[in-house]
């Protein structure tokens, strides 16, 4: 079993940045890929982010160059750096292991 906890969604205007955080906890979670997923609504949800144990990383082509995602393995904690952020990144954020899922984060992207 997996918990996660994520925190750091609000809302920004556009051009602006926020940075979110996942805590895991339970069974080894620093051995798993980690990732983010957004969903708007009326949208599917989507990959945003996706990070290895070992810091293989890969983006969704729509916030490439805007978006870092980054993990400390010893805290057990994902990050995701977000900046030159647009209302199209309005959505709940969600963080992922495996199979298990954070609550959500929103964040809202006035323009």
């Known amino acids: 079993q997996v918990q996660l906890v994520e925190s750091g969604g609000g809302l920004v205007q556009a051009g602006g940045s926020l940075r979110l955080s996942c805590a895991a906890s339970?069974?080894?979670?620093?051995?798993?890929?980690m990732a983010w997923f957004r969903q708007a609504p009326g949208m599917e949800r989507e990959l945003v982010a996706r990070?290895?144990?070992?810091?293989?990383?890969t983006y969704a082509e729509s916030v490439k160059g805007r978006f870092t995602i980054s993990r400390d393995n010893a805290k057990n904690t994902m990050y995701l750096q977000m900046i030159s952020l647009k209302p199209e990144d309005t959505a709940v954020y969600y963080c992922?292991?495996?199979?298990?899922w954070g609550q959500g984060t929103q964040v809202t992207v006035s323009s």
């Open positions: 992922n292991v495996r199979s298990f």
């Open positions: 339970g069974r080894a979670s620093s051995n798993y890929a």
């Open positions: 990070i290895t144990r070992d810091a293989y990383i």
